[in-house]
T-cell receptor, first 111, second 113 residues
Framework: RKEVEQDPGPFNVPEGATVAFNCTYS??????FFWYRQDCRKEPKLLMS???SGNEDGRFTAQLNRASQYISLLIRDSKLSDSATYLC????????????FGRGTQLTVWP | DVKVTQSSRYLVKRTGEKVFLECVQD?????MFWYRQDPGLGLRLIYF???????EKGDIPEGYSVSREKKERFSLILESASTNQTSMYLC????????????FGSGTRLTVV
């Protein structure tokens, strides 16, 4: 069983749309959570950390539900430049700093 | 900003060659990682290191080895390159703090012919 599961998509949305990605994790010892963004043929880059109380960064909102072991990312007012693959990432305690990655959700925003 | 530098952006090697991929980070991070990424398979961990001279196998270590003689440098070695090792290789580093994510290098696209 994979540590982190994501719907691979693809999600194809028009500019201005709101889109949500979901992710589940299997290990209850998971202690920190992130969303990464990866553009085509580039390295993943940290988009935002996810905190228990939920957090927002401009058009992006991340939520964590520890009871359901579920993480979400909401993108409002989508831009063409949001087209990318979004990776859900989890840090599990006692794994020597290793992070666990979902396979990613592909988003395409069209004009 | 943390910088993680991979020595080559593109590399073409012949089957059977010994291949060295180098990664250097400039922020005194304890942990360093080597991944490969293939379409449909996501990121797969090959090896990682949490201190100088320390190494841990990841999920797919077969055919690879690593070296960490200095804190800032983590090398991935393909002992005898094979065509199924054609892939994008990504190096990453992080602190030991649980709250910190990785910083990735820009990747090395290796083709074995």
């Amino acid at each position: 069983r994979k540590e982190v599961e994501q719907d691979p998509g693809p999600f194809n949305v028009p500019e201005g749309a709101t889109v949500a990605f979901n992710c589940t994790y299997s290990n209850s010892a998971s202690q920190s959570f992130f969303w990464y963004r990866q553009d085509c043929r580039k390295e993943p880059k940290l988009l935002m950390s996810v905190y228990s109380s939920g957090n927002e960064d401009g058009r992006f909102t991340a939520q964590l539900n520890r009871a359901s072991q579920y993480i979400s990312l909401l993108i409002r007012d989508s831009k063409l430049s949001d087209s990318a693959t979004y990776l859900c990432v989890v840090n599990i305690a006692s794994t020597l700093g290793r992070l666990y990655f979902g396979r990613g959700t592909q988003l395409t925003v069209w004009p | 900003d943390v910088k993680v530098t991979q020595s080559s952006r593109y590399l073409v090697k012949r089957t059977g060659e010994k291949v060295f991929l180098e990664c250097v980070q400039d922020m005194d991070h304890e942990n360093m990682f080597w991944y490969r990424q293939d379409p449909g398979l996501g990121l797969r961990l090959i090896y990682f290191s949490y201190d100088v001279k320390m190494k841990e196998k990841g999920d797919i270590p077969e055919g690879y080895s690593v070296s960490r003689e200095k804190k800032e440098r983590f090398s991935l070695i393909l002992e005898s390159a094979s065509t199924n090792q054609t892939s994008m290789y990504l190096c990453a580093s992080k602190t030991q703090g649980a709250e910190d994510g990785y910083t990735f290098g820009s990747g090395t696209r290796l083709t074995v012919v």
